[in-house]
């Protein structure tokens, strides 16, 4: 017949199945917080197991397996994290002898008390049951129950300034915010760890409040076993509140001045400190791509400062990182083939923060050669100016065209470390264009004409979505404007570009998430024939209708050459799924785009070109990866029967 034997473990040792009672007077001690309440309660032995019987009465000697079974550390939470770190269970089911269960059921036993006290129970009861196989080829049962024991939990919370007159002034009002601000409230769980801890997190909360040097004691914590509560005593020093002062940077600088480093901070001198400016203006600096290491931290200013205050001065101390880039980026699209960009950059060759890139493109039907100059955080943090210039040859369906172009640009940007719910755009560049319009080849004498076009684009986009790269939630909407002075062949002419983009996130799961897009334009001002065949509206493609060449939507000459037009309508939705594969890096997308370019100013939802088509996307740390595939849902002449796109980034 089988046998079994029940051991009965209890706190940091062996015990009685049945928790000690506490003692009738009430015990009074300090709680060292370092290493946990200290709670004692009487040792056993271990009792050494070596071997078992078989059902016939013979003993099982040697490896065998065993399974376990935990009851009680639900009760807690605790029983998915108990399984992830017990030796015990992540041996079970590989061949172990009796002395091996033995011992890994005493390390079961002190992680379970860990974990426990963890959650602020002193005194649990772990009852380990070892059944013997009814035979050599069964498994032995383990079955461990958890009586988690009493729950310590805090009576009173008190916090008070320092008795010693020598330790610096605390006002009541401080030591009100202070006990606002410290994570421990009456009626919490008596958690060492916790403890422990809220002493730095009070300090951080008090900086970010307005004092920057704060004084945080040990905290006193008193145990009275009777009632299985505590009291715990806090002191505290807030000093005096902060005022910033200058702002200043040390070590490799990079050619970064007093006044820019005031346009770094989003704060000015005399305002009130706020520590959690301190990170900010560290992300910041990052953020320039200049400096490889930065701390920020508070300094005491030998400034005057207002009464009952203090003057703040923040450092930031940097090291330099490399300030040139190469950079490569390429891509495929079905009717445009493969696309190949390179770029070379020098972040800071006009210091502070002025940086030349010069790029190029080699593609199928697109070749172009640039450089430009831009001016970070110009004026203003997250402002920048840029100045551009570049020639490109295009040999697209509908146009060819040799251009050189110089521009110049203000924006406001968003970015990872402040997405901003409005950023804008303004400019202005001038085109020197020679095109020809493959559409009118074969009508117009005038076909191939030489273009000179003034214009003034702006930009404002109102974001209201939750993430920059990959949103999920919310909505973007935003309005180009492009007035434009147009000279050709001697007559002058002048019209006003207007494009509206809508774009919105929807989750209907957990990892479901279905994203619309709603894009118009129009030209108005002057008819089709007259304006530049690159400056015309065009719809299909990667980025426009999927399932359609490049310009492959909308009016078309007898060769299929694209015309363009003067209003173009595109509406997308999206269903991305993101999956558990490869580390939750991998998703799927299915996608329905429709579009249509007139040759009117009034954009038209009338005989829409449709394609639909999936999708994955592997997910980076700059954006997923893209790849989509896509069939015309409705005829269109010389339209593909399936188009592949490849690039990064969502289509929208």
Do not use: C
Request: no cysteine; glycine share 10%; net charge negative.
């Amino acid at each position: 017949m089988a046998t079994a034997f029940v051991l009965a473990l209890s706190g940091p040792a062996i015990a009685q199945v049945a928790a000690p009672e506490p003692a009738p007077a009430t015990v009074a001690e300090p709680l060292p917080v370092a290493e946990g309440v200290a709670l004692d309660w009487p040792e056993l032995d271990w009792p050494v197991v070596e071997s078992s019987e078989s059902a016939d009465g013979e003993q099982v000697i040697g490896e065998v397996r065993y399974t376990v079974e935990i009851e009680g550390l639900e009760y807690a939470d605790l029983d998915d994290q108990f399984r992830g770190l017990s030796s015990l269970v992540t041996g079970a089911g590989r061949p172990a002898n009796l002395p091996q269960i033995n011992r890994r059921v005493t390390e079961a036993r002190d992680l379970i008390d860990l974990l426990m006290r963890s959650k602020g129970y002193y005194g649990s009861n772990t009852i380990a049951t070892v059944s013997t196989p009814a035979s050599a080829s069964d498994a032995v049962r383990v079955v461990l129950k958890v009586e988690p024991g009493p729950l310590y939990t805090f009576k009173t919370v008190t916090v008070q300034p320092p008795a010693s007159p020598e330790s610096g002034p605390t006002s009541e009002s401080g030591i009100e915010l202070a006990e606002s601000l410290l994570d421990i409230k009456p009626g919490a769980p008596v958690v060492a760890e916790t403890v422990t801890a809220s002493g730095e997190v009070l300090a951080a909360k008090l900086g970010d409040a307005g004092y920057p040097f704060p004084q945080i004691s040990p905290p006193e914590v008193v145990i009275d076993h009777a009632t299985r509560t505590a009291d715990l005593t806090q002191t505290v020093r807030t000093g005096p509140r902060g005022v910033f002062g200058e702002t200043r940077i040390e070590g490799e600088i990079q050619g970064f001045t007093p006044e820019h480093m005031q346009v770094m901070t989003r704060f000015k001198p005399g305002e009130p400190y706020d520590g959690k400016q301190r990170e900010d203006l560290r992300q910041a600096l990052v953020r320039t791509g200049l400096f490889g290491a930065v701390s920020v931290g508070p300094v005491l200013s030998e400034a005057p400062a207002p009464e009952g205050s203090q003057t703040i001065d923040m450092v930031a101390t940097v090291e330099a990182a490399p300030v040139r880039t190469v950079s490569g980026l390429g891509g495929y699209y079905t009717g445009q083939g493969i696309r190949l960009e390179g770029s070379w950059a020098h972040r800071n060759l006009f210091p502070p923060e002025g940086a030349l890139t010069t790029s190029a493109v080699a593609a199928q039907r697109e070749q172009r050669v640039g450089a430009q100059v831009s001016f970070s955080n110009w004026r203003k943090r997250d402002q920048s100016l840029i100045l551009l210039s570049d020639l490109s040859d295009e040999q697209q369906f509908a146009f060819k065209a040799r251009s050189a172009r110089v521009g110049v640009a203000l924006q406001r940007e968003s970015n990872l470390i402040w997405q901003k719910p409005v950023t804008y755009s303004v400019g202005a560049e001038f085109l020197v264009t020679r095109q020809l319009d493959r559409s009118a080849e074969r009508t117009a004498l005038d076909a191939n004409a030489t273009y000179f076009i003034f214009a003034l684009p702006s930009t404002i986009t109102f974001d209201r979505s939750n993430d920059l790269l990959d949103p999920t939630k919310g909505f973007r909407l935003t309005t180009r404007v492009s007035p434009e002075f147009t000279l050709r062949q001697g007559q002058r002419f002048n019209y006003v570009k207007l494009q509206l983009d809508a774009t919105l996130y929807q989750p209907l799961a957990e990892r479901i998430v279905v994203a619309g897009r709603l894009h118009v334009g129009t030209i108005a001002g002057a008819n089709r024939g007259r304006v530049a065949p690159n400056r015309r509206f065009y719809a299909g493609g990667g980025g426009s209708v999927r399932g359609f060449n490049f310009q492959g939507v909308g009016p078309q000459d007898i060769d299929g050459n694209p015309t363009g037009g003067n209003s173009l309508t595109e509406a997308s939705i999206e269903a991305r799924f993101r999956s558990h594969l490869f580390e939750d890096s991998l998703g799927f997308v299915g996608f329905v785009d429709a579009g249509q370019v007139s040759p009117g100013t009034l954009p038209s939802f009338r005989s829409l070109a449709v394609g639909a088509g999936v999708g994955v996307r592997y997910y980076t740390a700059f954006g997923p990866v893209r790849i989509d595939i896509a069939t015309p849902i409705t005829n269109r002449r010389f339209s593909p029967r399936v188009a592949f796109y490849v690039s990064i980034g969502q289509a929208f």
